[in-house]
């Protein structure tokens, strides 16, 4: 379909009949469900959805750019403002790229730390994703539960680092500094807190025959397209792809961890739903046996004091809660980069949304995009 | 029990007697009634709408666990009274390309149509503002006129997200009017009157919504349902969904005009389910259960107006607790909805509503 600047300002798109002009409508960038400031141009025929397209760029900042003027320490808090609903996982994909650069070998503490961290943070991201997914289909209330389930996170997190969002706390050679004295009891009390409130999530909402109405057999991705588009994460497994960096390529502590990587064929916005749901239950278990298996000793690496990136190209992968997050760090000898680029799982998730969502209704773009689950920074970056 | 608190009916030749007393032409005290009535129901729908709003934000803070409204006045009794000064001290923006007419009659409208239907609800005996033989014939039909503020509102604004959110009132409204129709006629087919007033009294020995076997409490959901709807609440906020539509019909619309729409949602609330609790919950009848003198005297013990809120009460808090917890519907699901199931039953209703009151076989039946 074409629908260039051109058509999206407001002039008569090409299919239009003599006479007929087809309805444009801007959904953002300021918009209460486009996650952010994202510019989604809606082409309607009454409620259907005849075309869409996503106009990005909007909170371009040129982290990329930024990261070639900066030593790779430096370049660690840039993560954060990448997919700001998974700072500790960001944080860990960069770390990787550098410690296989120069050779750091992490400590084992740090190695636990960082899981934990990680799955922590997969949690969080998806108990928010739960509740604005129901706030995007006109149910208010699983917001602030999420929200309430969440804070407990945001709560250890702060204790640990000091921050509750941007948290720069995996760092190169192992992480910042090391846990508060009762950070395991918090993690645990966290744990069981947190298990059946999975099973009201799905009590208040995955139940709800509305919700089950709106969610089944809308939005099908189906396996072949979420490959060639490179989706990935949640939304690529539930079109039935079993793909996982987790498990495919492991890293950290995961090849040592027992869990499964949770499935689902029907590819429909109900299949991404209860992916999501299932891994919140693995994340759990992940937690509870690195928590289990933590040992005492140092949490960081010594380093030199200058990490001069040798001559060469890496690229780390991790699996953040949106799916497969990559850095490339290419080095020429000096202190800085001579170049970084990220892979954002986002932008490959959404370019999904114009294919899946053509002949929807209007509030289904909502609901689709919710299920995506994309965050805007990491688009434009 | 013999005061004006529990016989209500004494009010009425009380006020007109004073009122004569005062003013001796009979042209003048009618002149003076009516100023009287209207200043009192203005002044109640006011108050009215400044307690739903309250109610609302403390229901959906406690089914959320928040505290809610707590910093203007007592538990923040005085919140709403505070966003309503804040609300008429904006600026009265009217947008550029608007039908500026259409859009300045649109609210009117909308409030109009509430205001003038509430004059009809019977809070208690002989209170209430006017009453005529088709009371509820003419409050169905004068809330549609509040459909046409909402679409003149989504037309006027001259915004695309109005506009879809004008079309979808347009749609939901009149579809879900049949529904409710047709449930209150398989009441009023046992009642025998569309006066609000016998309406009540045919349910002096029982309430339509079990004295009617099955189809009364049928018909009372199916009501129900398509009340939700007609307010625009949630499951069927189609109107204004905000995460699709921003605000749907009223998104260009601020100040003094956005409130009236807001209060004009609010009191919508309160009036389809006083209509509910009159037509199928008896009213301000109180509970009487067969021959237990004691419990029928104790329930004697609250007066008629107490029942009728309270009942109404009940059913506003019922509204409010399915709009804290359901997601919404899709527009093509609600039409399916609407046309597929819930007016087929509708009917059905009215049909075995029909045979049953021919025949006479409901409960205490003459």
Known sequence: ?381 | MDNWIWRTEKIPPAVTAWLTGLLGNPLLVDLAKMAVVAALLAGFVSALALALVWIERKVAAHVQQRLGPMRVGPHGLLQTLADGLKLMSKENITPLEADRFIFHLAPLLCFAATFVAMAFIPFAPAIQAVNFNVGLVFVLGIGSVGVLGIFAAGWASNNKWSLLGAMRAGAQIISYELSATLALISVIVFAGSLDFREIVASQAAGWWIWRAPVVGFVAFVIYGIASIAECNRTPFDLVEGESELTAGFHTEYASIRFAMFFLAEFVNIFLVCSISATVFLGGYMPLHIGNLEGFNRLADLIPPWGWFFAKTSALVLVFMWVRWTFPRLRVDQLMNFEWKFLLPLSLTTLAVASVLATAGWFFFPG
Not at chain 1, 146 to 174: H, Q, S, W
Not at chain 1, 323 to 331: H, I, M, Q, S
């Open chain 1, 1 to 381: 379909m074409e629908l260039t600047r051109a058509t999206a300002a407001g002039q008569p798109g090409t299919f239009a009949a003599p006479g007929y002009e087809d309805y444009f409508v801007n959904m953002g960038p300021q918009h209460p469900s486009t996650h952010g400031v994202l510019r989604l141009v809606l082409k309607l025929a009454g409620e259907t959805v005849l075309g869409l397209t996503p106009v990005l760029g909007y909170v371009h900042r040129g982290i990329e750019k930024m990261g070639e003027a900066m030593s790779v320490l430096q370049f660690t808090h840039l993560t954060d403002r990448l997919d700001y609903l998974s700072a500790h996982i960001n944080n860990w994909g960069w770390a990787l790229a550098v410690e296989e650069a120069l050779g750091i070998e992490v400590p084992e503490r740090a190695q636990h730390i960082r899981v934990i961290m990680a799955e922590l943070t997969r949690l969080a991201s998806h108990q928010l994703w739960w509740g604005v997914l129901g706030m995007d289909l006109g149910a208010f209330t699983p917001f602030l539960y999420g929200f309430r389930d969440r804070e407990r996170i945001i709560d250890i997190f702060e204790k640990t680092c000091g921050a509750r969002l941007t948290m720069n706390y995996v760092r190169p050679g192992g992480v910042t500094a090391d846990v508060e004295e009762d950070f395991a009891k918090d993690v645990g009390a966290f744990l069981g807190y947190f298990a059946p409130f999975i099973d009201e999530y799905e009590r208040l909402l995955g139940d709800n025959v509305i919700f089950q109405e709106r969610m089944h057999g809308v939005g099908v991705l189906t396996p072949e397209l979420a490959r060639s588009l490179g989706c990935t994460g949640p939304v690529l497994r539930a079109s039935g792809v079993d793909y996982d960096v987790r498990r495919a390529r492991p890293y950290g502590l995961y090849p040592r961890l027992a869990f499964t990587v949770p499935l689902a064929s029907a590819g429909d916005s109900w299949a991404r739903y209860q992916v999501r749901i299932e891994e919140m239950r693995q994340s759990l278990a992940i937690i509870r046996q690195a928590l289990d298996a933590m040992p005492a000793g140092p949490v960081r690496a010594k380093l030199p004091a200058v990490l001069n990136v040798p001559k060469g190209r890496w690229l780390s992968r991790v699996e953040t809660a949106r799916g497969e997050l990559a850095f490339l760090l290419v080095g020429d000898g000096s202190a800085k980069p001579w170049r970084v680029k990220v892979r954002s799982p986002n932008f490959s998730n959404l370019a999904a949304l114009p294919e899946i969502i053509k002949g929807c209704r209007v509030a289904d773009v909502v609901a689709v995009l919710s299920t995506l689950d994309v965050v805007i920074p990491c688009i434009d970056r």
